[in-house]
């Protein structure tokens, strides 16, 4: 267990679906992330929030949207999304935004039909 | 059509010997660098990491060296054991930036008995 939980850890979504992701932190972290890892490219950071403000956007379709309602909590809402938008969607909490001794969820396995 | 992942380069190591995975960042003005390994089904897990202001550090069993002329980064693993199988990546950090981070593919290391 990293102090990072992640729900659902697998959702199958049509296209006109709206569904959410969340994630909960235990470490008492001040900055949480949205990350992307899908098959066919390295892993990419999308949304990066600090104290509950977002920080980064890291060119990031629409149909996904953040909120951090607190720091400890992060969803990731979504809306017509694509096929190849299917992937692990992870989260990931640390102290500061930098990064720094980052610590991930499970992360969700995503898939669009 | 079938899908095509990405192709990590693997390394294949004797258990008990050390293992040397290489990394190589593309950006002069990254002030940060971290090393993550990530098993099968699970979420990245931090290794370690070195500021841009240092040319090595070390952990438990793992050491990193940092070459900032070449733009290299390379992850130490000594008397490397069968639970250190997995895939390593390291992501470099954009200074100036704090939050945005660029990750590397990976290499998958295997670790034979």
């Known amino acids: 267990e990293t102090g990072v939980t992640q729900t659902p850890r697998h959702l199958v979504m049509g296209m006109t679906n709206k569904k959410s992701l969340k994630c909960e932190q235990h470490?008492?972290?001040?900055?949480m992330y949205w990350y992307k890892q899908s098959a066919k490219k390295p892993l990419e950071l999308m949304f990066v929030?600090?104290?509950?403000?977002?920080?980064e956007n890291n060119s990031v379709p629409s149909r996904f949207s953040p909120e951090c309602p607190n720091s400890s909590h992060l969803f990731l809402h979504l809306h017509t999304l694509q096929p190849e938008d299917s992937a692990l969607y992870l989260c990931a909490s640390s102290q500061d935004p930098g990064h720094t001794e980052a610590f991930f969820g499970q992360g969700t396995r995503l898939t669009v039909v | 059509g079938e899908s095509v992942g990405l192709h990590l380069p693997t390394l294949s190591v004797q258990e008990g010997d050390n293992s040397i995975i290489n990394c190589a960042y593309s950006?002069?003005?990254?002030?940060?660098f971290i090393w993550y390994k990530q098993e099968s089904g699970k979420g990245p897990q931090f290794i370690i990491d070195?500021?841009?202001?240092?040319d090595k550090r070390q952990g438990q069993r793992v050491t990193v060296l940092l070459n900032k002329t070449v733009k290299h980064l390379s992850l130490q693993i000594a008397a490397t054991q069968p639970g250190d199988s997995a895939v390593y990546f390291c992501?470099?950090?954009?200074?100036?930036?704090?939050?945005?981070?660029?990750f590397g593919t990976g290499t998958r290391l295997q670790v034979t008995l």
């Open positions: 950006n002069s003005a990254s002030d940060y």
């Open positions: 992501a470099e950090r954009e200074g100036g930036t704090a939050s945005k981070l660029t």
């Open positions: 070195i500021r841009s202001n240092m």
């Open positions: 929030y600090s104290l509950e403000e977002r920080v």
């Open positions: 470490l008492g972290h001040n900055a």
